[in-house]
């Protein structure tokens, strides 16, 4: 392996025996003048395909930080059932660092989507809490609660495309699927709704992890729901609205069947998309 360009003295970016380049860390491999040949003893941690502008950032990141981050990440990808980005620790330590800055300042941020969050990404913000906890021993900060829910979504905005055509063909069918849905939505309300609205951003969110459960057969915790149950009543349009919508995923998808807490949950999403998302007016169904 030979460093070719130092970032401090613990990191520099290097070629393998392939000319391929990626960013090397180890005691001292970005000391010393450069470019040199370097012992394979030396290098500690590799990471290929790292984008650029985190190269950059690394010398702004306190190095227990990034440490921990790389610590954190690992575990997340054993843990996690889909392949993360190689950006994803040094994204993870940015914000680390930041929250902890903030923290020592006595500087609180809300996280409004905490809940949605919770209920969404339940994998992901239980891996988020236990990040939380060890960085509140590990650096003796008093981080809130509901950081995790940053932290859920670094995660998940770290998702890394699908590699197989397997899984790239089933994320099409997917993305056609939330679009046939949502052309069902407006046109049952008669609406027009604004794909680039936050209410259309948290339906999607939830369409796209309902589509995993189905392909999946596992199932919502009911837990989930009880908040709102009797929601039915107040929203009749909304669950003959998603009883069209089963039907529709059980005609194109053979076997996908919503259950009754999908079904709850997901009146709850279109009516938000009809209410705060929708760019039009009427009723045709």
Not at 54 to 71: E, H, K, R, W
Request: glycine residues 6%.
């Amino acid at each position: 392996m030979r460093a070719i360009r130092r970032i401090n003295n613990n990191v520099a970016v290097c070629e393998d025996d392939a000319g391929n380049e990626l960013l090397a860390m180890g005691k001292g491999i970005g000391f010393g003048q450069l470019p040199r040949n370097l012992a394979l003893a030396d290098v500690e941690r590799t990471f290929y395909n790292v984008d650029a502008r985190f190269l950059s950032a690394i010398n702004d990141l306190p190095q227990p930080v990034l440490d921990f981050a790389i610590a954190s990440a690992d575990y997340v990808r054993s843990e996690i059932s889909y392949a993360l980005s190689p950006n994803f620790a040094f994204i993870l330590a940015d914000h680390l660092a930041f929250a902890i800055k903030r923290a020592e300042q006595n500087i609180h941020v809300r996280m409004p989507l905490a809940y949605d969050v919770e209920q969404t990404y339940p994998d992901e913000y239980r891996l988020a809490r236990h990040i939380l906890r060890r960085v509140r021993r590990t650096f003796n900060v008093a981080l809130p609660n509901d950081e995790a829910t940053g932290i859920a979504m670094n995660i998940v905005n770290s998702r890394a495309e699908a590699t197989s055509a397997e899984e790239s063909a089933r994320q099409r069918a997917d993305e056609d699927m939330l679009e046939d849905v949502t052309e069902l939505v407006e046109d049952f309300f008669g609406v027009q709704v604004d794909r680039s609205s936050f209410a259309f951003s948290r339906y999607a969110t939830h369409m796209r992890y309902l589509f995993e459960r189905l392909h999946a057969g596992t199932a919502l915790d009911s837990s989930v729901v009880e908040g709102f149950r009797g929601i039915e009543e107040r929203y009749p349009e909304g669950v003959a609205c998603v009883e069209k919508i089963a039907r529709y995923i059980a005609h194109e998808w053979e076997g996908a069947e919503l259950s009754p807490d999908e079904k709850l949950y997901l009146v709850i999403h279109v009516s938000r998309i009809c209410i705060k998302g929708a760019g039009g007016t009427g009723r045709r169904h």
